[in-house]
């Protein structure tokens, strides 16, 4: 390998570098066997995880068949009374209500000229 200084004086001697025996991406027969070692680990991680998802999947749908569904209750729960609770009659202030209720307006029947009760019209 050529140091920067021999780069930078301008040496043109290439011949001193060898080309590399191989494929730049074939590698060693080591690196071929590295490579070959990771991925087969990575298969074998890839079955056991697929083999451990089987087995919960499988004790989850054991464990779901056995259960009793929608389980009721054995014994009938006693209904709880809440006192009616209202700060206001408490407190003693209570909203004045008149004695009788005002009568609501009813609403008159629409005009429908179709019907004949519309009031004639000025000429």
């Known amino acids: 390998m050529r140091t920067l200084s021999e780069l930078l004086a301008g040496d ?3 011949t001193t570098e060898t080309a ?3 494929a730049p991406l074939g590698g060693t027969r080591a690196e071929a066997v590295q490579r070959l070692q ?3 680990a ?3 991680a890839m079955v056991l995880l ?3 998802a089987n087995v919960i999947m499988n004790q989850a749908n054991q464990t779901e068949s056995t259960v009793v569904p ?3 209750a054995t014994v009938e729960p006693e209904p709880v009374t ?3 609770n209202d700060p206001l009659a408490e407190a003693g202030v ?3 209500l008149p004695a009788e209720p005002t009568p609501t307006p009813t609403q008159e029947p629409a005009i429908v000229p179709e019907q004949g009760n519309a009031p004639p019209r000025p000429q």
Do not use: K
Request: glycine letters at 16%; zero cysteines; hydrophobic letters at 40%.
């Open 20 to 22: 590399p025996a191989t």
């Open 42 to 44: 990575g298969l074998g």
């Open 94 to 96: 209570v909203p004045d």
């Open 70 to 72: 929608e389980a009721a």
């Open 50 to 52: 697929i083999g451990l």
């Open 38 to 40: 990771i991925g087969v």
């Open 82 to 84: 809440v006192p009616q």
């Open 12 to 14: 043109e001697d290439e």
